[in-house]
């Protein structure tokens, strides 16, 4: 009997701690403190875009630093992670390239970021980061000047671009500026509504 007990106490505890790495595997990324985008792909026909923008607004430090990570379907690294300072008023490009890419390099666009991976199909989903430890704590008047360092209040806006016929489709942001979210009642007469 008390070998039982003691087996059953053991399964239960095996079992939590299961259920608590696949717990904090899906809470692992707060939506308010970073971007993701859902799909990305990378292959001998396409390649995927990014822009990111810093509007200028007031509440924006002038310098915000983020790490964009391009991660596989099957969670690994898709390259090297980008990291990089964007400020006030500026664009940043980024493409997710296969390797030995025909025109795509970093000496035919020597002011983009590039994500270079192998030339197989590859897909998944991106992540942004916060270079800042605390992006929701606004920083006094330093030379990166007053406001926060969030990178969910920058612009993005991606694509992927099937090279063959110069065609593609639109990536989706979720959590960056222009957050778009469904009204609750979800009628065809009611519009999507805008940001976050």
Known sequence: MKTQKILQIFILTLLGSLCSNCFNL???????SR????YWQSDATSYSFISVSHSSLSGLASQIGLVVNV???????FGTAVTFTISAGATQRIF?????H????AATVPTASFIIGTSSFKHG?????PVASNPENIIAN????????????????????????TTGFAM???GDMHDSAATPSMDSSTPVSGVN
Not at 26 to 32: Q, T, V
Not at 71 to 77: E, G, P
């Open 26 to 32: 899906a809470w692992a990324i707060e939506n308010k």
């Open 35 to 38: 971007v993701i985008s859902t």
């Open 71 to 77: 991660i596989q379907s099957d969670q690994t690294a």
């Open 96 to 100: 997710i390239a296969r390797s030995n």
């Open 102 to 105: 025909s025109f795509l390099s």
């Open 125 to 129: 989903h991106i992540r942004v980061d």
């Open 142 to 165: 330093t030379l990166s000047g007053r406001g926060f360092r969030d990178v969910t209040m920058l612009n993005f806006w991606g694509a992927i671009v099937i090279e063959s016929n």
């Open 172 to 174: 989706e942001f979720i």
